[in-house]
């Protein structure tokens, strides 16, 4: 049975830090293109992060560029993102997802609140 289960979301203030973690079960996340997500309230989903492929070159969306970063810890089976200088409109439910030709794998999200 496949789970990816995220954590390290929550309340913070505007400019503040936190970083969150998508941790695998049943799943060898190195094997996969891991990826960030969010949605706002009444918004479509939307990348934040990812790896083009399994431990290769990162990519960030333009929102978040020079404020976020994706890493992936294969001993850990776990993949991060590290957000800085949030911002009242980095406020989202936020998902990981574990992507392959044929579809991706997600997670059920953590709810980061930046006021």
């Known amino acids: 049975h496949v789970q990816l289960v995220e954590s390290g979301g929550g309340s913070v203030q505007t400019g503040g830090s936190l970083r969150l973690s998508c941790s695998g079960s049943?799943?060898?996340?190195?094997?996969?293109?891991m990826g960030w997500f969010r949605q706002a309230p009444g918004k479509e989903r939307e990348g934040v992060a990812r790896f083009y492929e399994p431990g290769g070159v990162s990519y960030v969306a333009d929102p978040a560029k020079g404020r976020f970063t994706i890493s992936q810890d294969n001993a850990e089976n776990t993949v991060y993102l590290q957000m800085n200088s949030l911002k009242a409109e980095d406020t989202a439910l936020y998902y990981c997802?574990?992507?392959?030709?044929?579809?991706?794998?997600w997670g059920q999200g953590t709810q980061v609140t930046v006021s």
């Open positions: 049943g799943i060898t996340l190195s094997t996969y293109s």
């Open positions: 997802a574990a992507t392959m030709s044929w579809g991706s794998y």
